[in-house]
Nanobody, 124 residues
């Protein structure tokens, strides 16, 4: 599976962005999809995950109520709608695909495929 993330950019505090991640290759498999992010000099952290049919989502506490993850399997694409952005949301955002164990969707080691990342910068 190849993943291509896009949609990053520069936005002011309080603004919104929508990230997209298009999958190609073995897209018929029922992968869990997730977004992670990595800020400068910080470790990669979990942002959100969505089940293969979109029926279940999981969010990091830091983004709950502000970010919404969705997927369109007909387009082999997942999205991350980010509202009320804060400077601390500044990071490179990566999409990932895999089969994480139940209850372990926030563990980056559970994902087998990764996109190249897209940079989100939130100015204060």
């Amino acid at each position: 599976v190849q993943l291509q993330a896009s949609g990053g950019g520069l936005v002011q505090t309080g603004g919104s962005l929508r990230l997209s991640c298009a999958a190609s290759g073995r897209t018929g498999s029922s992968y869990v999809m997730a977004w992670f992010r990595q800020a400068p000099e910080k470790e990669r952290e979990f942002v959100a995950a969505i089940s293969w049919n979109g029926g279940s989502t999981d969010y990091a506490d830091s983004v709950k109520g502000r970010f919404t993850m969705s997927r369109d399997n007909a387009k082999n694409t997942v999205y991350l709608r980010m509202n009320s952005l804060k400077p601390e949301d500044t990071a490179v955002y990566y999409c990932a695909a895999g089969y994480p164990s139940l209850g372990d969707t926030s563990n980056s080691y559970e994902y087998d495929y990764w996109g190249q990342g897209t940079l989100v910068t939130v100015s204060s």
